[in-house]
């Protein structure tokens, strides 16, 4: 069993910027392709980036360029930069780790608020 701490959610003003940080409690955190989802009051979870274990990175189009996912796999730790914050961002912002062997293992964080002001 993973479990997976975010943190550093929180309220910004548009334009604004945040980090978000997701923890994991594994010591072989390089064999997890990671990604970042999010949802919005009454919209259904979605993929905002993605990063692989071999470092291979995927945003979604409302995020490109504004967005950038990385990964320290010495620290089991993933991390969403976002920039150019929009109020559209507001949601709980959730971690997920799955083991790059289908079926090894899908977890998920409690999730995280990120508040954008206009």
């Known amino acids: 069993q993973v479990q997976l701490v975010e943190s550093g959610g929180g309220l910004v003003q548009a334009g604004g910027s945040l980090t978000l940080s997701c923890a994991a409690s594994t010591n072989i955190f390089s064999l997890y392709n990671m990604g970042w989802y999010r949802q919005a009051p009454g919209k259904q979870r979605e993929l905002v980036a993605s990063i692989t274990t071999g470092g291979s990175t995927d945003y979604a189009d409302s995020v490109k360029g504004r967005f950038t996912i990385s990964r320290d796999n010495a620290k089991s730790t993933v991390y969403l930069q976002m920039n150019s914050l929009k109020p559209e961002d507001t949601a709980v912002y959730y971690c997920?780790?799955?083991?790059?062997?289908?079926?090894?293992?899908?977890?998920w964080g409690q999730g995280t608020q990120v508040t954008v002001s206009s």
């Open positions: 997920n780790a799955r083991h790059l062997i289908s079926g090894y293992g899908n977890y």
